[in-house]
């Protein structure tokens, strides 16, 4: 039905940057929200960025003038730049869509997942 692929996570030192990638696919009728969720070992889950189809963006305090998230609403793609990398960023970066989509007649609503990516923030 849907699927979120993700691409882009990777080994950089600290203060390098990486951008990541999400594309989603499938019988998408629209996407209302796409972001990204992070989770290091031992710690909860944590939303880092979201972008509305509208462009309204959240930031996590922790990312903020360091992080970027972008989106293609023609492409249903989002992605986040990470400038300034710190130890702290590594984690696995998971990317979400709130989408409506289309099941045999029924219109369903919900989150969808992509399989995760790791950061890892290292010299």
């Known amino acids: 039905q849907v699927q979120l692929v993700e691409s882009g996570g990777g080994l950089v030192q600290p203060g390098g940057s990486l951008r990541l990638s999400c594309a989603a696919s499938?019988?998408?009728?629209?996407?209302?929200?796409m972001g990204w969720y992070r989770q290091a070992p031992g710690k909860q889950r944590e939303l880092v960025a979201s972008?509305?189809?509208?462009?309204?963006?959240m930031n996590a305090d922790s990312v903020k003038g360091r992080f970027t998230i972008s989106r293609d609403n023609a492409k249903n793609t989002v992605y986040l730049q990470m400038n300034s990398l710190k130890p702290e960023d590594t984690a696995v970066y998971s990317c979400y869509a709130d989408l409506s989509l289309y099941i045999g007649s029924y219109l369903r609503r919900g989150d969808y997942w992509g399989q995760g990516t790791q950061v890892t923030v290292s010299s």
């Open positions: 972008i509305t189809s509208g462009g309204s963006i």
């Open positions: 499938g019988s998408i009728l629209s996407i209302n929200a």
